[in-house]
């Protein structure tokens, strides 16, 4: 979690951009910084970007990236700086502009886009080569994971951009400043002591920088694959125990946890692993049981992925790229080929946004919103979180839902329609567990048409009408072209001063809204699961 004094990435913008994330839908109403209790209110927004494979700056609505791959969270700010990898700069994003915070323009590359470069300086005139992860030290200073310069470069709080460890050169080799080679470096991640720690994703291994000093933590892969007859490449491998000897197939991503152990998202082997420096041994902690191998067909450079929840050992993943840990000690994980963020928390592994295996950029409920190729993510406090979603070039944030500053728990039942409350003549009732609400919230807010006929009520909407009668649990369904259904209630219907109550959940999931029940301010939340 980033420090809360202005990072030298919003030293670099104009005051201009600082801001609040804001939006009565979007402010998280909840200050308990866990994921599960909130999984069933979050909602995805998109922060910044219009999904447009562009260099634009101005309102973050209408800005444009190029595959935006990585985020720092500025809590103070309320500011992103994100790594916009294939623009070749950082950008600094708040609730209303997006500007550069660093790296210049060069020219475009045969494919439109722009090109990288290594050069330092101020952070108007340093150039970067594919961006990607992003820490930040004690300090307020950040870390760059420079993956096509083979590089890491620093920004300090001057807003000078140094390289402090590669030269561009690739190659795999430990030492000081320049004579230190990596091969395309994805992420970074820094100690309170100021030890940085390098996923160096096509060598295979995490490095170590301490002091100025590049070292190899673990054992480098001699893995071979022979993609044709004479075509021959070397691939990472998997191996957990000493650290000195555990193996990794393109380590992408870097979480550090309270006590100074490193979270790495193992890509190649779709599993997370767990450096315990304490003990300098490796475990695989999701995606598989420690020291099982890894399932490689002949000659595949990587392990088989796939998408399951549940127990950690048995889950799957499809490329986790970026993690973060949160307060409550969970990791959540950019699950990119699945198009989803997973929470790994107590030994089982939960997808708490979007959508398994579509991919997309709808807003809506975490579990119905569409993400594309997330790489990043990173908690913001309050139950919040925010995607780098790679491959719709925008920045999306989830946040619990808020419940209208209005609502109060008076010992009366709500009911609510997004940010808006439902007024009936009459309050909603539970009954044996079940909340029923006047004939009249259903036609007046959720849209039936009513009329009565042989002491029943009858509600149409869409081509479907439902017959319900008072006292009776059994609601008669029909369409206009089909045959009847009898449906069976848990609760019947009944009148109440002269009103007949009807569930509200029924009815609800009917129109396909989703329910919630808000125990805090005793009210009914209904959705549409897509914005």
Not at 109 to 136: K, T
Not at 285 to 313: L, W
Not at 377 to 389: P, R
Not at 403 to 415: C, F, M
């Amino acid at each position: 979690m980033i420090n809360k004094q202005k990072t030298a990435a919003l030293t670099l913008a104009a005051a201009v951009l600082l801001g609040s994330y804001s939006g009565s839908a979007n402010a998280a109403s909840s200050t308990a910084d866990t994921v599960i209790s909130n999984k069933p209110l979050y909602e995805v927004y998109t922060a910044a970007g219009t999904g447009a494979y562009e260099l634009t700056n101005g309102k973050s609505a209408a800005a444009a990236f190029r595959e935006p791959t990585s985020l720092l969270y500025d809590s103070g700010a309320d500011a992103f700086l994100v790594a916009d990898s294939r623009n070749q700069n950082l950008r600094v994003v708040t609730s209303s502009q997006t500007a550069t915070a660093a790296g210049i323009y060069i020219g475009d590359d045969e494919l439109h886009s722009p090109m990288g470069s290594l050069l330092d300086g101020s952070a108007a005139e340093a150039a970067f080569n594919r961006p990607s992860g992003l820490a930040e030290d004690a300090s307020g200073a950040v870390y760059v994971a420079d993956a096509e310069n083979n590089a890491v470069r620093k920004i300090t709080n001057e807003g000078k951009v140094i390289t402090i460890a590669g030269n561009g050169v690739m190659g795999s080799a430990d030492g000081t400043g320049e004579a230190a080679r990596f091969y395309h470096p994805l992420d970074v991640a820094v100690t309170n002591a100021g030890v940085i720690y390098v996923a160096d994703t096509l060598n295979h291994v995490i490095r170590q920088i301490k002091d100025g000093k590049v070292t190899t933590l673990n054992a480098a892969s001699t893995r071979i694959v022979e993609y044709f007859p004479g075509v021959v490449e070397g691939v990472g491998d998997y191996a957990d125990g000493p650290l000195s000897q555990a193996k990794f197939n393109e380590p992408s991503g870097l979480a550090l946890d309270a006590k100074g152990n490193l979270y790495v998202s193992d890509t190649g082997n779709n599993r997370i692993r767990y450096i315990d420096f304490k003990t300098q041994t490796v475990t695989t902690v999701a995606g598989g049981v420690t020291g099982s191998a890894a399932k490689y067909e002949v000659n595949a450079p990587y392990s088989v992925g796939g998408y399951a929840d549940g127990k950690a050992a048995s889950a799957k993943f499809q490329t986790p790229r970026g993690l973060t840990v949160t307060p409550e000690g969970g990791v959540l994980i950019a699950d990119s080929i699945n198009h989803v963020i997973r929470y790994l928390n107590h030994g089982v592994v939960t997808t708490v946004a979007g959508t398994p295996g579509e991919e997309g950029r709808t807003s809506g409920l975490a579990g119905s919103a569409m993400l594309n190729r997330p790489t990043d993510v990173v908690w913001m406090g309050q139950g919040a979180f925010a995607i780098a979603d790679a491959g719709s070039n925008t920045v999306r944030v989830v946040v619990p839902y808020a419940v209208p500053e209005q609502v109060k728990a008076d010992g009366s039942i709500h009911l609510l329609y997004h940010q808006n409350v439902l007024d009936a003549d009459a309050a909603p009732i539970i009954k044996a567990g079940t909340t029923f609400v006047p004939l009249r919230v259903l036609t007046e807010k959720l849209g039936f048409k009513v009329k009565y006929a042989g002491g029943s009520a009858v509600l149409e909407l869409n081509g479907v009408s439902y017959t319900v009668k008072s006292g009776s649990a059994q609601i008669v369904k029909k369409r206009s072209s089909g045959a009847a259904e009898t449906l069976t209630l848990r609760s019947a219907t009944f009148t109440s001063g002269s009103r007949l109550f009807l569930p509200v959940r029924f009815f609800a999931e009917e129109l396909g809204l989703d329910v919630q029940w808000l125990s805090d301010a005793q009210a009914v939340l209904l959705r549409e699961k897509k914005f």
